[in-house]
């Protein structure tokens, strides 16, 4: 027998896999109060979180269907941040979904403008050898869009500058375990500052990562 491609995820698992990683992030400490918001593909559209989403509100129902052009097919409003969402996923079409915080260490080296270099080799897991942090820009705007899109491109994250940081992933569980990842990443490179100066992988090391990376299909 011929093998078939596996079946689409319903409507359903989607907003139940997508609640379930909200709820993920906020027993993390990573979505406080109602700060970020989550995606994933839907058809030619997203599902994300609804403006003001909180753990305690948040249910499968909450999630906002949305199209690529941005208009929102279902009831209720989408989040502020749609725009980013949208835009990386029409740059990166490997981009299943997106997970987008406020957490605490990834905003702090945000607001110092300051990317994670290559201090440690779990860097390379987001596809490359940093981090970048993008410059600020208005919360929502096409700016900060754009500004998402193009170090999402490169980047399975990014830090956003006086804001926090976004990831993306083949499905929302993994692009929620990066987000964690993130989080866990920045808070040891302050950790390393704060011990010192970190030290870098060099150009060597990182051809050796990402020879080993590919042959265990690590990331
Ligand atoms: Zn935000």
Known sequence: MADTAPAAPTE????????????????????????GNVSCR??????????????ETIRPGSFVAVAADGSAAGSGRPSSETPMHLAVYARVPEAGAIVHTHSDHCTALACCGLGIPGFHYLVGGFGGDDIPCVPYATFGSAELAELAGAALARRKGCLLGNHGAICHDR??????????????????????????????????????????????RYG
Do not use: C, V
């Open 171 to 216: 499905d929302i569980a993994a692009a929620a375990a990066r987000a964690h990842r993130l989080e866990s990443i920045a808070r040891q490179y302050l950790l390393a500052r704060q011990a010192g100066t970190p030290l870098t992988l060099t150009a060597e090391n990182w051809r050796d990562y990402h020879a080993m990376a590919a042959k265990f």
């Open 42 to 55: 839907f058809g030619d559209g997203i599902l994300i979180s609804p403006n003001g989403a909180s753990a």
């Open 12 to 35: 359903a698992a989607l907003r139940a896999a997508l609640a379930e990683s909200y709820l993920y992030l906020s027993r993390h400490g990573l979505l406080e109060l109602n700060s």
